[in-house]
């Protein structure tokens, strides 16, 4: 439609201008002016065609971009729905001279999914090797909150940290997976994706 209507008013503008400079109004005239004309609309149209499809590929891959980042984050946000506290366990000595035995590693599942914790470490400390352990390195159901007794080389501890309070000795760090994609969690820090 443009290029009809634009291919008219160049004829027309051709015509009068062509007319006004020679006063001849011949059909060799007319034909050069069409000639020309049609020229001028084949270009704007390939160019059109050029512009139009350089605009829905931009398109295309913006939208393309922008829906990878709506995805990777709503898996960042479901990533962060796993936590992992530590709460201070069993031990023995008296008042201002206990010795920690253990710990109680709780973790919460908030997503809709199963999860699998595939690594759990408590940084400058020692975890004795035993059954509690092999336990939560396992799959956590949708919304469940387990919580283990993990038994650690013995260590001082003051007497605030026993009997449930929180383990302010070492910050937890957990790897865990949901939906094959791999996260690593630091306390409460936002969760990391692990490339692998």
């Given at each position: 439609?443009?290029?009809?209507?634009?291919?008219?008013?160049?004829?027309?503008?051709?015509?009068?201008v062509g007319w006004a400079v020679t006063g001849k109004f011949d059909a060799t005239w007319v034909?050069?002016?069409?000639?020309?004309?049609?020229?001028?609309?084949?270009?704007?149209?390939?160019?059109?065609?050029?512009?139009?499809?350089?605009?829905?590929?931009?398109?295309?891959?913006?939208?393309?971009?922008?829906?990878?980042?709506?995805?990777?984050?709503?898996?960042?946000?479901?990533?962060?729905?796993?936590?992992?506290?530590?709460?201070?366990?069993?031990?023995?000595?008296?008042?201002?001279?206990?010795?920690?035995?253990?710990?109680?590693?709780?973790?919460?599942?908030?997503?809709?999914?199963?999860?699998?914790?595939?690594?759990?470490?408590?940084?400058?400390?020692?975890?004795?090797?035993?059954?509690?352990?092999?336990?939560?390195?396992?799959?956590?159901?949708?919304?469940?909150?387990?919580?283990?007794?993990?038994?650690?080389?013995?260590?001082?501890?003051?007497?605030?940290?026993?009997?449930?309070?929180?383990?302010?000795?070492?910050?937890?760090?957990?790897?865990?997976?949901?939906?094959?994609?791999?996260?690593?969690?630091?306390?409460?820090?936002?969760?990391?994706?692990?490339?692998?």
């Amino acid at each position: 439609m443009l290029k009809a209507l634009g291919g008219l008013l160049l004829f027309a503008a051709g015509t009068v201008v062509g007319w006004a400079v020679t006063g001849k109004f011949d059909a060799t005239w007319v034909s050069a002016v069409g000639t020309w004309a049609g020229a001028v609309g084949t270009i704007a149209a390939i160019l059109w065609a050029v512009h139009t499809f350089q605009t829905e590929t931009r398109q295309r891959t913006e939208d393309l971009v922008r829906e990878r980042e709506d995805e990777r984050h709503a898996q960042q946000l479901e990533a962060q729905k796993v936590t992992v506290s530590v709460f201070g366990g069993g031990g023995y000595g008296a008042e201002g001279e206990k010795t920690m035995t253990s710990v109680n590693v709780e973790f919460l599942n908030g997503t809709n999914k199963s999860i699998s914790i595939t690594e759990f470490r408590l940084p400058g400390v020692m975890l004795v090797e035993g059954r509690e352990q092999r336990q939560f390195v396992s799959a956590i159901a949708p919304h469940a909150q387990p919580r283990y007794l993990v038994n650690i080389e013995p260590r001082r501890a003051s007497d605030d940290q026993f009997s449930g309070r929180p383990f302010k000795l070492s910050t937890p760090v957990i790897r865990y997976q949901i939906d094959d994609i791999t996260w690593e969690r630091t306390g409460q820090d936002p969760p990391i994706r692990v490339l692998e």
